[in-house]
């Protein structure tokens, strides 16, 4: 994404979460859990703090309580111990859990914090309530890898096992790590959740993104995931083999995000073996569609057009030209000078065809 | 390959067509329109398919020009051809979409051979490939060829079109695009995005934005580590705020404890007040009727009373004493007797006073200015300390006002100097290793060449020389060949001559015989005829022997000049001839192209040398400039301290002394605050002393007068004292005992004296206060003193009780101020006077609650200042995200840019290799075989055409026999064509070579030829057709009757 979107990217999270605040105030919500990764330890801004604080103090009758997780572990120098929170702000700063009550004492909220990226200590397993106290109504609040849920190519944080946690009389177990909202379920009656970021932060986070509302009800327990994020990630693959013109692979752009009921942020990517024709107009089907995104880019994972084989049987100068580089490329061992080798192919041809053929890395516009 | 047969079921306008074709020339005939170009598009499309790439199923668009109007299933047909290893092989196509298919059969092997051959990408057999070994694209470009004339050619620099155009098919296949076109587009491709001089291109641009990104990246991230110290002190302070308002509010609400304290106690005082009034006010009321007594006579009156008292009493002791001192003076007359006392005066109190005063002000300077002098010292440790580190520490004051700044931006000026160098260098070995190269390739040719200064013009003296040599030799064959058919002529003429002459003899003989015998006179004239006969014949034969030596004799000397000129030329052509073994060439052609190739190589080796030259400067320059830099790195450091010996440590030396540098200003701002402190202390000791000395001096002046006093009156001792304080209160002892022992007897009897004069007065006196008091009795209408006493009495506690009351209504008034009784009975009538408070006074409170506010004020001055300076360091100062994301960004713009450029450059590289190469191979076979071509279609005319490996078109112009690469002049249109032609058939012959013979598809080629040329043109035709099938399409009837007549056959449609 060009540089500017970041900040758009940025104000955006904090419209978000501005929202769930107001959301907070207006149900009014006795208690707001955040399971950790509220910033980034080493890029936060003291304008970011201030943001947060005053977010905070919008709330004085809800009480906040923070996980700190491995994005923002408390560290000496965290703000979570430099910065003055408000007094209904309470943070678990230590890998250990702590328990504190909430409303006026019906709710107790159990919770444990990173306090350094990575934690040796793992607590999670660890939480134990007491047979007496078993019928009050207890919540917990955690950041971490739950095992069974944790992608295999994914570093893990303070992995644990749901069925370890879900201990007799915890009634609710809010974490953070993963960005996607998923219930863990098991052989347990505690209910866990990864209430997931409230809207997405890539490519890969896709889909709704939610924050969630718990209601406690004579004893009934009701998880309800309510729509939050501003703005949507799309990442959509089109199979152009059929297109004849750039047209139709406009069309069928729009038509992909019709459905949508606000503008998002597009990775469109062209596969399959499309003609020569679009293929060369990918900028300017990339600038007739971006006003429908907030932000599209445009991947050509298109064939290439032409039969690098084939041409490299041609008894002519480019023949022999595309041999040359047909072999240096099947020698070459480095990714990175295959790449180099198959534009130069590319442009050595389109230069013999006299074909337009588009500069990467310029700026656009 | 030999087409034999085309059979068309539907192709555009054919339907249900066949045409039988024969295997040399083929003449296809047929008005415009008439299908000429639709069944040459039939051969191609069944040959090839109709599919536009070879990566995809997109169909050409003759597939939907050619389809059949009426049925389009039909759309196809067969096509047999005969290869040259004697196969016949048919091809079976429908080209219509929904039916489309193939079949090739080998008719010879009976076998369906379709799925023989590797398909494409766009499913597409490849067949026709492999059996005419080229692409669709090459066959399209090469083997088929349209019109050709002056008039698509241009009229002007036809060559250098015709040169474009066999370039291109050369290169590409195709005769629109060349390697020269395909390298300018490289070339312009890598200017666009910015070569390694380039400034404004976007490849530089982005490098430069880059290190601009990487700068304010090490900025940002310097900023946020300064700013997280100043973040950790402001949290500091804030703390220290937090604590002190929270010890400020613990006062404040003990000041408020101890206020509603003090209330209740007023409350309370108030009350006793009041009930202190009410019980005057009763009590006064008891003895309202001694209001009036004259209170103020009762001092007087008490006092007579007191005196008549006293007066008594005194006359009374005066009797006493009177008679004592009697006594007392007749004891001390006789012990003052033995005794010699000295007289000393009373000493004047003043000066113990003030010698009193004057040591305890010095002794409380003395305390202060042992404080100061110990505070002094102390500062001056301090400031001697922060001296000594500032004396281990470098010089920065002199260094710069900014040493950070200057140091930052040196070390960063070196790193970049550094990376320029190193990228210089790598480019120099680059070029470097690329010359080594060129020298390794080219050092065979240049060992081949060194004997030679030019070789270009030796070969052209060689060649003009042979060419003189082998004229004049021809002259020579030819004079000897005329000597020798004279030799033969005279030889052959000479039997003759003897035979005649013979006969002549042998008549004149006869004749004389017969004269002799008969003596008929009339045979003398006979005999005379034949005398002159055998005469003429002997002259004649003589004079031909005589000529027939001279012509032996000028043969001889033919042949050996003709022996000594071949012999000069074989010498000259060993060389050459060496030459050419080495090189494996077969004509000098080709050695000259090897030569100007090894010319091509020493320029592009020369270029390489200059840029290696200037790429020299170049690396010397980042060297000097690193050197310069390093040097005044060097110089920089060694004015803070630091001794640089490698470029290695200059990162290292940057760090410590920034870190000195902070050390440095710390240890600086100590000094200063010190030296400042000291200053002060010194001031106030300068006071203090002062003071102390004004004291000291005053002191002395006072102890002088006093010792001067003490020494007036006889005191001696008094220096044994040190003090003159401590010698006055001796003196005082010592006088009062002298003057006490001096003065009894004067008083004993001055008291005798005064007891008696007292005695008197006190008689006189008593009798006067006696009826004073009486008076003042009677006047207070008392019998008694003990009356007056009383009444006195009631009237004071009248008054007292008056003023009490007064004095309680003012405190009252004092205690309650603005309130009332009652509001603060209402207001703290509940408060616990007991309440718990730490017993301090409000003002002790107030003044701590002061102290706290000052601190705290100071506090929030320093926490505001360090907010200043937060906001100050992150001003204008963009986040290390927005930083970063940029940089990010940028990173992979260039990665990207550097990408094409690289490829481009690369791209170029090979081109330029391989087409070199293939120019070089091509160019030699093709100037060949279209040097014959063109003698052939021009009857000789022009026998030589040139083409060197830039595949430059030159020709040997048959009027001026030289070689002429601009003959547009010179030639006619006609004849460019011609050449044209020559080198298209050429062009097939060469990709025929060693392969498949590819028939060629000539799209009426002659439609500009006049009579004469397309005769020829035709005749060489023919003779093309011997090894390479054609197939030749015409609307023009000349052509056809010129095939004709050729014996072709002519197929009309």
Same mark, same amino acid.
Request: negative net charge.
């Given at each position: 994404m060009p540089a500017p979107m970041g900040n758009q990217r940025r104000q955006s999270l904090r419209d978000v979460f501005q929202g769930i605040i107001t959301r907070a105030a207006e149900w009014p919500a006795d208690v707001l859990l955040i399971a950790g990764d509220l910033f980034e330890h080493d890029r936060v801004t003291r304008d970011t703090l201030a943001f947060l604080v005053t977010e905070f103090n919008r709330i004085p009758d809800t009480a906040i309580f923070i996980a700190p997780g491995n994005h923002d572990p408390c560290l000496p120098n965290s703000p979570y111990f430099t910065e003055a929170w408000p007094p209904n702000v309470h943070i678990f700063t230590k890998p250990e859990w702590e328990s504190r009550s909430a409303c006026q004492g019906n709710v107790t909220v159990h919770g444990f914090g990173f306090d350094a990226p990575y934690i040796t200590k793992n607590p999670f397993g660890q939480l134990w309530i007491p047979e007496k106290r078993q019928s009050e109504l207890h919540l917990a609040v955690a950041h971490g890898s739950e095992r069974s849920h944790q992608p295999p190519d994914r570093e893990d944080y303070a992995p644990f096992s749901a069925k370890d946690v879900a201990v007799p009389g915890l009634d609710y177990l809010a974490l953070g790590h993963f960005h996607h909202m998923q219930e863990i379920s098991g052989d347990f009656d505690t209910r866990i959740f990864y209430a997931g970021s409230p809207e997405g932060l890539s490519f890969k986070e896709t889909g709704e993104h939610v924050h969630l509302e718990i209601e406690v009800e004579e004893g009934r327990l009701t998880v309800t995931p309510v729509p939050s994020a501003r703005i949507r990630y799309f990442d959509e693959t089109l199979f152009c083999d059929e297109f004849k013109s750039s047209q139709e692979v406009i069309e069928t752009i729009r038509g992909y995000i019709q459905s949508l009921d606000t503008k998002p942020i597009g990775r469109m990517t062209l596969t399959g073996a499309c003609d020569a024709a679009i293929k060369n107009e990918m900028g300017f089907i990339h600038d007739a569609t971006a006003l429908e995104f907030e932000y599209l880019e445009l991947v050509d994972n298109t064939a290439p057009i032409e039969d690098y084989d084939e041409l490299a049987r041609e008894d002519t100068s480019m023949g022999v030209f595309v041999a040359a580089l047909n072999r240096e490329i099947a020698e070459s061992a480095n990714a990175g000078r295959i790449t180099m080798l198959k534009r130069a192919r590319e442009l050595g041809v389109a230069a013999f065809r006299d074909r337009n053929v588009e500069i990467h890395g310029l700026e656009r516009g | 390959m030999k087409l034999s047969k085309l059979q068309i079921d539907g192709y555009g306008r054919f339907i249900e067509s066949e045409f039988e074709l024969a295997p040399g020339l083929q003449i296809i005939a047929g008005a415009n329109e008439q299908g000429k170009s639709t069944t040459r598009h039939f051969i191609g499309d069944m040959l090839y398919g109709q599919k536009r790439n070879t990566t995809k199923r997109i169909y050409e668009?003759?597939?939907?020009?050619?389809?059949?109007?009426?049925?389009?299933?039909?759309?196809?047909?067969?096509?047999?051809?005969?290869?040259?290893?004697?196969?016949?092989?048919?091809?079976?196509?429908?080209?219509?979409?929904?039916? %489309?298919?193939?079949?090739?059969?080998?008719?010879?092997?009976?076998?369906?051979?379709?799925?023989?051959?590797?398909?494409?990408?766009?499913?597409?057999?490849?067949?026709?490939e492999a059996h005419l070994n080229m692409t669709k694209s090459v066959f399209i470009g090469t083997a088929t060829i349209s019109h050709v004339s002056l008039m698509e050619l241009g009229d002007k620099e036809a060559l250098v079109s015709i040169r474009e155009r066999l370039l291109s098919l050369t290169d590409s296949g195709d005769e629109s695009r060349s390697a020269e076109d395909a390298l300018q587009w490289l070339n312009a491709r890598s200017i666009s995005i910015g070569q390694k001089t380039a400034r404004t291109k976007p490849l530089p641009m982005t490098r430069a934005r880059l290190l601009d990104l990487q700068d304010e990246y090490q900025t940002v991230l310097d900023a946020r580590q300064e700013i997280q110290v100043v973040e950790r002190q402001h949290a500091s302070i804030m703390e220290e705020i937090g604590i002190l308002l929270n010890e400020k509010t613990a006062l404040e609400t003990e000041l408020a404890q101890c206020r509603n304290s003090e209330h209740s106690t007023r409350l309370s005082r108030a009350t006793d007040l009041t009930n202190e009034i009410n019980s005057c006010t009763r009590e006064s009321m008891g003895i309202a009727q001694y209001r009036d007594f004259p209170i103020d006579r009762f001092a007087h009156v008490s006092q007579l009373q007191t005196q008549l008292a006293g007066a008594e009493e005194q006359l009374r002791k005066a009797e006493n004493r009177l008679a004592e001192q009697q006594l007392e003076l007749d004891a001390t007359l006789e012990r003052l007797a033995n005794e010699g006392v000295v007289v000393m005066k009373?000493?004047?109190?003043?000066?113990?006073?003030?010698?009193?005063?004057?040591?305890?002000?010095?002794?409380?300077?003395?305390?202060?200015?042992?404080?100061?002098?110990?505070?002094?010292?102390?500062?001056?440790?301090?400031?001697?300390?922060?001296?000594?580190?500032?004396?281990?520490?470098?010089?920065?004051? =002199?260094?710069?006002?900014?040493?950070?700044?200057? $140091?930052?931006?040196?070390?960063?000026?070196?790193?970049?100097?550094?990376?320029?160098?190193?990228? *210089?260098?790598?480019?120099?070995?680059?070029?470097?290793?690329?010359?080594?190269?060129?020298?390794?390739?080219?050092?065979?040719?240049?060992?081949l060449f060194a004997e030679f200064d030019d070789f270009g013009k030796v070969l052209e003296s060689h060649e003009n020389s042979t060419t003189e040599h082998e004229e004049f030799l021809a002259d020579l064959y030819h004079d000897s060949e005329?000597?020798?058919?004279? $030799?033969?002529?005279? %030889?052959?003429?000479?039997?003759?001559?003897? &035979?005649?002459?013979?006969?002549?003899?042998?008549?004149?003989?006869?004749?004389?015989?017969?004269?002799?015998?008969?003596?008929?006179?009339?045979?003398?004239?006979?005999?005379?005829?034949?005398?002159?006969?055998?005469?003429?014949?002997?002259?004649?034969?003589?004079?031909?022997?005589?000529?027939?030596?001279?012509?032996?004799?000028?043969?001889?000397?033919?042949?050996m000049e003709i022996d000594r000129h071949e012999i000069a030329n074989q010498r000259s052509a060993k060389q050459f001839e060496e030459l050419m073994e080495s090189t494996n060439s077969s004509t000098l052609r080709e050695i000259e192209a090897i030569y100007d190739q090894f010319l091509n190589s020493q320029k592009d080796r020369d270029r390489y040398q200059e840029h290696l030259n200037l790429q020299q400067t170049r690396v010397d320059d980042s060297e000097a400039h690193v050197g310069e830099l390093f040097t005044h790195l060097q110089t920089m450091f060694a004015e803070i301290g630091t001794q640089l010996s490698a470029e290695e440590e200059v990162s290292g030396a940057a760090m410590n002394s920034i870190s000195q540098y902070h050390e440095y200003r710390e240890t600086k701002r100590k000094s200063i605050e010190h030296r400042d402190s000291l200053n002060r202390y &010194?001031?106030?000791?300068?006071?203090?002393?002062?003071?102390?000395?004004?004291?000291?001096?005053? %002191?002395?002046?006072?102890?002088?007068?006093?010792?001067?006093?003490?020494?007036?009156?006889?005191?001696?001792?008094?220096?044994?004292?040190?003090?003159?304080?401590?010698? !006055?209160?001796?003196?005082?002892?010592?006088?009062?005992q002298a003057r006490h022992q001096q003065s009894d007897l004067e008083v004993v009897q001055g008291q005798i004296k005064v007891l008696k004069q007292q005695l008197d007065e006190h008689s006189q006196s008593t009798a006067?206060?006696?009826?004073?008091?009486?008076?003042?009795?009677?006047?207070?209408?008392?019998?008694?003193?003990?009356?007056?006493?009383?009444?006195?009495?009631?009237?004071? +506690?009248?008054?007292?009780?008056?003023? =009490?009351?007064?004095?309680?209504?003012?405190?009252?008034?004092?205690?309650?101020?603005?309130?009332?009784?009652?509001?603060?009975?209402?207001?703290?009538?509940?408060?616990?006077?007991? %309440?718990?408070?730490?017993?301090?006074?409000?003002?002790?409170?107030?003044?701590?609650?002061?102290? &706290?506010?000052?601190?705290?004020?100071?506090?929030?001055? +320093?926490?505001?200042?360090?907010?200043?300076?937060?906001?100050?360091?992150?001003?204008?100062? +963009?986040?290390l995200n927005e930083v970063e994301e940029e940089r990010d960004a940028t990173i992979a713009r260039q990665a990207d840019l550097e990408l094409e450029l690289q490829a481009a450059e690369h791209a170029s590289q090979i081109m330029q290799e391989v087409t070199q190469k293939r120019h070089t191979k091509v160019a030699p076979k093709l100037a060949q075989l279209a040097s014959e071509y063109l003698s052939v279609i021009t009857d000789g005319a022009y026998k030589e055409l040139l083409i060197n490996q830039d595949m =430059?078109?030159?020709?040997?112009?048959?009027?001026?026999?030289?070689?002429?690469?601009?003959? *547009?002049? !010179?030639?006619?249109?006609?004849?460019?064509? =011609?050449?044209?032609?020559?080198?298209?058939?050429?062009?097939?012959? &060469?990709?025929?070579?060693?392969?498949?013979?590819?028939?060629?598809?000539?799209?009426?080629?002659?439609?500009?030829?006049?009579?004469?040329?397309?005769?020829?043109?035709?005749? /060489?035709?023919?003779?093309?057709?011997?090894?390479?099938?054609?197939? /030749?399409?015409?609307?023009?009837?000349?052509?056809?009757r010129a095939a004709e007549a050729l014996g072709a056959p002519v197929l009309h449609i």
């Open positions: - | 668009e003759s597939n939907e020009l050619r389809m059949p109007w009426g049925n389009a299933s039909t759309f196809g047909g067969r096509l047999t051809y005969i290869l040259d290893n004697g196969h016949e092989i048919e091809v079976h196509r429908n080209f219509d979409r929904k039916h %489309e298919s193939l079949s090739v059969f080998n008719r010879t092997l009976g076998q369906d051979i379709t799925n023989d051959f590797p398909v494409l990408k766009n499913r597409e057999s490849t067949f026709a009373e000493v004047n109190p003043e000066y113990e006073s003030t010698l009193t005063s004057l040591e305890a002000e010095i002794q409380s300077l003395n305390y202060r200015i042992n404080e100061t002098e110990e505070l002094h010292a102390r500062c001056q440790t301090g400031y001697m300390d922060a001296q000594q580190a500032l004396g281990n520490l470098p010089d920065f004051s =002199q260094f710069s006002t900014e040493p950070i700044e200057r $140091i930052t931006q040196a070390t960063a000026e070196f790193d970049l100097a550094c990376k320029v160098r190193d990228e *210089e260098q790598t480019q120099f070995e680059h070029i470097e290793e690329t010359l080594e190269q060129k020298h390794s390739l080219s050092e065979e040719s240049e060992k005329d000597i020798k058919h004279r $030799i033969d002529d005279i %030889e052959s003429r000479l039997p003759s001559f003897y &035979i005649f002459t013979a006969l002549s003899v042998f008549a004149l003989i006869a004749v004389l015989v017969v004269v002799l015998s008969t003596q008929n006179t009339t045979f003398y004239y006979t005999a005379g005829i034949f005398g002159l006969l055998f005469a003429i014949l002997g002259s004649m034969t003589l004079l031909s022997r005589n000529h027939l030596r001279r012509e032996h004799k000028r043969l001889s000397t033919t042949e &010194i001031n106030e000791l300068e006071s203090l002393n002062t003071k102390r000395e004004s004291l000291r001096a005053d %002191e002395r002046k006072h102890s002088l007068d006093a010792r001067q006093f003490m020494r007036d009156n006889h005191y001696e001792e008094e220096s044994q004292h040190d003090s003159a304080l401590s010698a !006055l209160r001796s003196y005082r002892i010592k006088s009062a006067s206060l006696q009826a004073e008091l009486e008076a003042a009795l009677l006047e207070a209408s008392s019998d008694s003193f003990e009356e007056y006493q009383d009444k006195y009495t009631n009237a004071k +506690r009248y008054q007292e009780l008056r003023v =009490q009351r007064s004095q309680c209504e003012e405190q009252l008034a004092h205690v309650l101020g603005e309130d009332t009784l009652a509001s603060l009975e209402e207001r703290y009538g509940n408060v616990d006077i007991n %309440e718990s408070t730490t017993g301090r006074s409000a003002d002790a409170i107030q003044a701590e609650l002061s102290g &706290i506010q000052q601190t705290l004020d100071d506090k929030r001055k +320093r926490e505001h200042a360090l907010h200043i300076l937060l906001a100050e360091r992150s001003a204008g100062m +963009r986040s =430059q078109i030159s020709i040997r112009v048959p009027q001026t026999q030289a070689l002429n690469q601009d003959p *547009e002049r !010179l030639l006619s249109k006609g004849t460019v064509d =011609q050449i044209y032609l020559s080198l298209r058939l050429a062009m097939i012959n &060469i990709l025929s070579e060693g392969a498949e013979q590819i028939p060629m598809v000539l799209d009426d080629p002659f439609a500009h030829y006049d009579d004469a040329r397309v005769k020829s043109a035709m005749k /060489l035709m023919t003779e093309v057709a011997e090894n390479n099938q054609v197939l /030749l399409f015409t609307c023009r009837e000349d052509v056809v």
